[in-house]
């Protein structure tokens, strides 16, 4: 089924505009038969359309149109006046941007000097036309908005027929007698509401070394007072207040048909036994029937091939019908395919199609994917305090997971978030090997998000609407109204793993009473939990925090603070500066404040959170780890090296401690949530790649740290460390080179791994003998783990300070550059062009930090997405590695001069070799001219 079929389907909030008029068959509600026609002439179902052409839009309020118009006049054949073409989805700003009137804030912009805030003072206008058919006896039509922010009122040829209340509740209203009398055309006006709290915004300053006043939500928080909206809009330490607010019809409008009896809800609940060998498949089919008395219909579906049919009498109105196993034979799968999180196995789903007939004719159908997965959420530990409590620690399928996941704030700041931008965004989720995105206050809250999670095994931790930055919701019941819609409307998704209240603090109780009562009787198979940082349920999970550091700090401080001895085990937000590539940085910034950091800067969040003092003290802290920044280059060249020994130890600390209670270590981990992966807006913090969906250190840093078997260097105590993620135990033997700086290896040693036992660590040995024989302050560690016929199955590498003499990394500067050879070869197949490029160090130094760009030969410009198989390679003396990317015919087509270009931490150009084959490539000069120094961040 496609995308805009899953749409369509809504489960709960109908409303019926248009009065009774009877159709032919004596219905209310349904069509009067069109001259000529008769009922079997059409199906009585149409999947939905999406009314993406022709929006027109206006202000509503303070303006010489805005205050004359009505909701009755704009749904009417007159064109509305004063209005301009919308973007639909979309946003007022998205319009506005779109039309010419402003440029895109995000970029080479202080986003609050650039544009207004009274965008958001004013409620919108929305009108279309668009053509309906000529509906037959017994047919329904029925029109659906996916989301709107934050108010609606819909007219429809000058009738008013219903309201929406919150940015994540759906509307659908049965519209059939308005549309039988159309004539072919529909006016559709709508009337977006704007906040019913709002404030002024928060204006970045490079200077106060904090984001925005330090503040989060606002001034004083009161937007978060609105219950469901984007609130972070207002402002917060990762996101610019945006001055729309992010108002608007931002998911589609779409309309379809059914015939006298729709299927409202269709619900998926899969039970798999403990042994994984059967699995019972409970259907709940919600009804709403347009017939006058109670009528005998038949249900008819497939699964697995498999068909089945059934009559039931349905009564009129609103009812529902369960079909199980024991009445439905194929609703039982033996040996069934499951559903795995990323890295354990095949996501699978199945496909439940099912349909409901009326006198012969299909009045409505649709497709269900789901998956079949067990999930276990907790282990009993034994707290700080001695009590006995269950901790947060999941098993999927009998396979304990550690969960290793990134948080969302916004999937895009302007919402500006088509269906393939966000696959391609969880898909670099699942090429990083991460497990889990943290849906933070629910704000990306769409069905392409959750089917993107779906197909790429991606666990979802989905938070709601409520967060301690501000005053709870005013309004109880439109929040949990909200709620209910969001459970109803995605439950059947198997990557959702539980819900959560909120941000960091519980919500009024009033909503955690709701809460909690609407999983248990929406869906009691899922966990919930009462906010992101702690749980008062009736069953409390225990074990987990958030709380940062948010701020860089030295790989050995995550290996100390994850050494199981601290409380809790699960830490759901932890982060770290994420400094973008050159390119992008200067994509970002206007070329005024390139070399000179300013609230341009401080405006694509470069203060965090005030962590680290600030961008200023961000500098100063890179200059003291790795020599004085000479240039804006040299910032994002030393910045990829920062960024990568950070974040990679965020989650090696957790999988080099995950599991096994020993003596002295009470509390392995369980899971660690970066904060954050997928940034909203240009920014310098809190990312895996930037906003335009380049891949920096950051991301393989974490590709890297969060592999399924994993050999890991504890920067704490120096030990060694096998961390297995898989079901097998792992033998073989570990091999350690040290290199001193200039790539001479001073020492060397293995060890056997006789059996690394599964979903544990295993330490293996330390390596604080051979590293304080290092002759230099600097050290490089190339760990390698090989099976028993000596296959390398994972490689891992490290810059160390030597311990005897701990001073940071400022030496790498003296090091001698490294010759590299570049091979790089173009495939094409049929849709697509693969890259295979073959890097070798065939120098006598070490090659640091070799990064891969891919880009126009005519422009310059970079090609994106294009994620490598690995990128950022550090290779020994006589090392190679090969990298690879994908890249798809629309990318080839606007950039028929491919080119690969190569930098690095310090490259000798003259003695390195070039070659390409079907592609040029090239060494990146701008990324690599350190020299000559210039007064480099004066102020």
Known sequence: MTQLNRRRFLSSGIAIAGGATLGALGLSGTADAAPGETAGAHPLHTDGHEITNGWTYTAADGTAYGNTLSGNGLASPQPMPGGKPAVVP??????????????????????????????????????????????????RFWLEFGGINYLATIWLNGTEVGTIEGAFKRGVFDVTDIAAKAGGTAYLAVLIGKLDYAEGPLKPSYTSGVTRGGRNGGPTGITLKNGPTFFCTAGWDWLPTIPDRDLGIWQPVTWSTTGPVRLADVRVD????????????????TLDSAFETARTVVVKGSLDGHVFEKSVTVPAGTSSITLTPQDTACLRLDRPKLWWPNGYGDPYRYRLTIGVEAGGQ???????????????????????????????????????ILVMGGNWGLDEALKRSPRQRLREQVRMHRDANLNLIRNWNGQSSTEDFFEACDENGILVWQDFFS??????????????????DCIVRFRNHPSILLWCGGNEGPPPQPIIDGLDALVAELDPQRAVLTSSAGDTGKDPINGYTSGGPYHWVTPGTHFATNDGTHWPPFHNEVGSYSIPTLEFIKKML?????????????????????????????????????????????????????????????????????????????????????????????????????????????????????????????????????????????????????YDLNGTVFAGTSWPVRGAEASNHTVIGNLAPELNTAPADVAFARLSLTDSHGAELVRSFYWVENPSRAKGFASLDDAAPAAVSVDATAQRGRDDLELTVEVENVGDTMALMLHLQVYDTHTGDRILPATFSDNYLNLAPGESSTARVRLSDGQTVR?????????????????????????????????????????????
């Open 90 to 139: 979309g946003t007022p700003l998205t319009s506005m941007i779109a039309d010419g009137e402003y440029p895109d804030p995000l970029y080479g912009h202080i986003v609050t000097d650039t544009i207004p805030d009274t965008l958001k003072d004013t409620g919108y206008w929305y009108r279309v036309a668009f053509p309906v058919p000529r509906l037959i006896p017994g047919q």
């Open 467 to 484: 967060s301690t930055e501000g005053p709870g919701p005013a309004n109880v019941v439109r929040d949990l109204d909200n709620i209910r």
């Open 590 to 738: 206007p070329e005024t404040s390139w070399e000179h950091p300013d609230d341009f800067w401080a405006d694509r969040d470069v203060n965090g959170n005030g962590g680290n003092g600030g961008g200023a003290g961000y500098l100063e802290l890179t200059s003291n780890r790795y020599g004085e920044v000479l240039n804006l280059a040299d910032f994002a060249r030393k910045s990829q090296l920062m960024n990568y020994e950070c974040i990679k130890s965020i989650f090696e600390s957790h999988a080099a401690s995950m599991a096994g209670v020993a003596p002295g270590r009470p509390y392995p981990r369980t899971g660690v949530i970066m904060w954050m992966t997928n940034p909203a807006q240009p920014s310098f913090v809190w990312q895996m790649y930037s906003h335009d969906l380049e891949a920096h250190s950051a991301f393989y840093a974490v590709q890297h740290a969060c592999r399924r078997v994993n050999v890991i260097l504890n920067s704490d105590t120096l030990d060694v460390v096998v961390a297995n993620h898989t079901r097998a135990a792992v033998q073989g033997t570990v091999t350690v080179t040290l």
């Open 895 to 939: 950039a028929k001069d491919i080119g690969v270009r190569i930098d690095g931490w310090k490259i000798d150009q003259r003695a390195s070799r070039l070659r390409g084959h079907g592609v040029a490539v090239t060494f990146n000069q701008a990324a690599l001219s350190t020299q000559p120094p210039t007064k480099t961040f004066a102020g």
């Open 270 to 285: 899969p039970t798999l036994s403990a042994d994984l060998r059967t699995a019972e498949v409970t259907t709940v089919l």
């Open 362 to 400: 299909v009045c409505d159908e649709r497709a269900v994917d789901f998956g079949v997965r067990r999930i276990e959420y907790t282990k009993p530990f034994e707290s700080p305090s001695g009590a006995s409590v269950n901790c947060l620690s999941i098993t999927v399928n009998n396979q304990p």
